[in-house]
């Protein structure tokens, strides 16, 4: 059995913000940006994509929403502090509620 290789990546000055898939499989699937290292960054959503083993993605295939993003986790993420994958579900759900609330209202 091989043994998972460890993941690597800095934090980014978008660590903490929500971001959705433009290309992919996933394609319009909503993560929170946990990570960049050389040109990719690594996302995570607290269920398939945990903290441990983030999802890379190249930057063009990503929409970065910069509102509505948890200034606590945020902040955490970006000191290197504990942040847990059920915070990053559960922001993630609420960011998910707010937008469909928002265009049920137009």
Same mark, same amino acid.
């Given at each position: 059995?091989?043994?998972?290789?460890?993941?690597?990546?800095?934090?980014? /000055?978008?660590?903490?913000?929500?971001?959705?898939?433009?290309?992919? &499989?996933?394609?319009?699937?909503?993560?929170?940006?946990?990570?960049?290292?050389?040109?990719?960054?690594?996302? /995570?959503?607290?269920?398939?994509?945990?903290?441990?083993?983030?999802?890379?993605?190249?930057?063009? &295939?990503?929409? !970065?929403?910069?509102?509505?993003?948890? /200034?606590?986790?945020?902040?955490?993420?970006?000191?290197?502090?504990?942040?847990?994958?059920?915070?990053?579900? !559960?922001?993630?759900?609420?960011?998910?509620?707010?937008?469909?609330?928002?265009?049920?209202?137009?």
């Amino acid at each position: 059995m091989k043994k998972p290789k460890e993941i690597y990546y800095e934090t980014s /000055a978008d660590a903490g913000l929500f971001a959705t898939s433009l290309a992919g &499989h996933d394609c319009g699937q909503t993560y929170m940006v946990v990570g960049e290292y050389e040109g990719y960054i690594y996302l /995570a959503d607290g269920k398939s994509k945990t903290l441990k083993r983030p999802k890379r993605k190249n930057k063009k &295939h990503l929409q !970065l929403i910069k509102r509505g993003y948890p /200034a606590d986790i945020r902040e955490r993420l970006a000191a290197r502090q504990t942040v847990r994958d059920e915070e990053i579900r !559960l922001a993630i759900k609420q960011y998910e509620r707010e937008r469909a609330t928002c265009q049920n209202q137009t």
